[in-house]
């Protein structure tokens, strides 16, 4: 017992607060929380970007279409 008390405590355990897994926790899903939305926000972002660059690669394609055709041999 006293093995597995001094190996928690050297992971940074203490037995004077006995909730500090449980506060731990608590930190772990606030952080989770803010990390998807985050990702959310990323991905939005990416979104509409894709949606700009791909309006203005149709656009460049329309405006420069028979000079793009290969030659007809």
């Known amino acids: 017992k006293s093995e597995v008390t ?36 990323t991905e939005s972002r990416r979104a509409q970007i894709d949606e700009v660059v791909s309006g203005q690669a149709q656009a460049q394609l329309r405006s420069s279409g028979p000079e793009l055709e290969a030659p007809h041999s």
Not at 11 to 34: D, H
């Open 6 to 41: 001094n190996l928690l405590e050297s992971a940074g355990f203490s037995r004077s607060n006995p909730y500090y897994i449980v506060q731990q926790g608590k930190v772990y899903e606030e952080r989770r929380k803010e990390s998807l939305k985050l990702m959310a926000d």
